[in-house]
């Protein structure tokens, strides 16, 4: 099939077959569909639709446009966690060693922040020495040693989609369910686990804003993985205000060695242990989230998680002395307090905000090629729901100037909604959960 008849085709609320879709995203790969042919047939999806099959099929020819990771040597459990993406989200650095210790294997792929949210690699790369660049040979040999590694995405990982997504960031057809789940699952495809947890955040500070929206993209995400013969899990998580309380790529990871201590914030400690619940559920193929809940908590307290961390730190070349030395970490030059202008509660926090005013202080890019500041961000002081009095620290800035933090300061006051009455029931990091065996 031409290009313009499956631009026509789909235009017309026609559906493709699988072989049309193979041929197509080979073709995209290739690089013999011109740019503005495949964005009109990305409008043409993002006004028409795809059924789950259609959606599947895409998801499988897009991983196949590239090379595969091949996990089986590894055995049967291992398991991938992804999420969509949200402000303060270090999760993976606190449940990737808790789900080692917990007799788990996690060999997982990821990406760099872009925009508001923040990307894992951006945060382990704050540690001095340490590479995230890694062949499949040698993420499958430190897997085996330690039984984690987290490592960047290989430029052969699902190529089509990188081709796919560059058109739709440019062509307003970014928010289209099927190519939503379509990307993100090409890559876990590609990545080789054969289990999956999705943690899908939900509210400001997310892609998706409303639970009908998450939900819909966990259910397509969910069975394009079913179709692909994984098993597959699915957290809904609020990102209404930051996760924990550090935003920024140091602060965070300071922020998650201090969780895996056991001194963590209540909402990013809960999370945590709520994801790898569900990676055991799904390597054990039985039982619920929470049934090794005190392994888990003991797996904190005697360092068996943080000693995971540590290990996988010095596989990988990084200095292993910030777990008990944060100060190691690069720090900023400037810090200044942020403070309340009035007594009250603590109601609302506008977590994109917050989001875009640490990318604004260096902590994030904007663009794929520009370059991040490991040092600078923000701890929140307070979290929902805290009852504050005027004067009393809101924030603490971390700045590599005594302007941007001034400027940051100001915003982040506005990011921040206290009232006189408080509210009327702090709401769950965690709205929901399920399974797919």
């Not at 947890?197 to 969910?222: I, N, S, Y």
């Not at 904190?300 to 998680?305: E, I, K, P, Y």
């Not at 005594?402 to 990011?415: K, Q």
Request: glycine share 10%; proline share 4%.
């Amino acid at each position: 099939m031409h290009a313009l008849d499956m631009i026509t085709a789909k235009r017309d609320g026609q559906r493709h077959s699988d072989a049309q879709l193979r041929a197509w995203i080979d073709a995209v790969a290739a690089g013999t569909v011109p740019d503005y042919q495949a964005a009109a047939w990305l409008m043409a999806v993002f006004l028409r639709g795809m059924d789950a099959a259609e959606t599947h099929a895409l998801t499988v020819a897009m991983a196949d446009s590239g090379r595969r990771l091949d996990l089986s040597v590894l055995g049967d459990q291992v398991v991938d966690k992804h999420s969509t993406g949200g402000v303060g989200d270090k999760t993976t650095l606190v449940v990737g060693p808790l789900a080692a210790a917990m007799g788990l294997t996690v060999a997982k792929m990821s990406g760099q922040g872009l925009g508001h949210t923040g990307g894992t690699l951006d945060k382990l790369e704050s540690v001095p020495g340490l590479k995230v660049a890694m062949s499949p040979e040698a993420i499958i040999d430190q897997a085996r040693r330690i039984g984690l590694v987290i490592a960047g995405q290989s430029q052969d990982l699902a190529p089509a989609d990188k081709i796919l997504y560059a058109l739709r960031d440019v062509t307003a057809t970014v928010p289209s369910l099927p190519l939503i789940a379509s990307s993100i699952m090409s890559k876990k495809l590609a990545s080789g686990a054969p289990a999956i947890v999705l943690d899908v955040k939900v509210g400001g500070g997310a892609f998706m804003k409303t639970l009908d929206e998450a939900r819909a993209l966990a259910e397509a995400m969910a069975e394009i993985g079913r179709r692909s013969g994984l098993r597959m899990a699915c957290c809904l998580s609020r990102m209404d205000a930051p996760l924990g309380r550090a935003v920024g790529n140091a602060l965070e990871l300071r922020e998650a060695i201090a969780t895996l201590r056991g001194e963590g914030p209540s909402d990013l400690h809960e999370l945590s242990l709520t994801l790898v619940g569900l990676m055991q559920v799904l390597a054990l193929h039985s039982g619920q989230p929470d049934h090794r809940r005190s392994e888990m908590e003991h797996a904190l307290r005697d360092g068996s998680a943080l000693g995971l961390l540590r290990r996988m730190i010095e596989a990988q070349g990084g200095d292993g002395r910030v777990i008990d030395e944060p100060e190691r970490l690069p720090t900023a030059p400037v810090r200044g307090m942020v403070t309340a202008e009035a007594s009250g509660w603590v109601t609302a926090m506008d977590a994109e905000a917050i989001g875009r005013i640490a990318l604004d202080l260096g902590a994030g890019r904007r663009q794929k090629e520009d370059a991040v500041d490991p040092a600078v961000g923000i701890v929140m002081q307070v979290g929902l729901g805290d009852r504050i009095a005027a004067g009393r620290p809101l924030a603490e800035i971390h700045a590599q100037g005594d302007l941007t933090a001034d400027t940051a300061a100001v915003a982040l006051r506005r990011a921040v909604t206290i009232t006189d009455d408080p509210l009327p029931a702090l709401p769950a990091v965690v709205i929901e959960q399920w399974v797919r065996l």
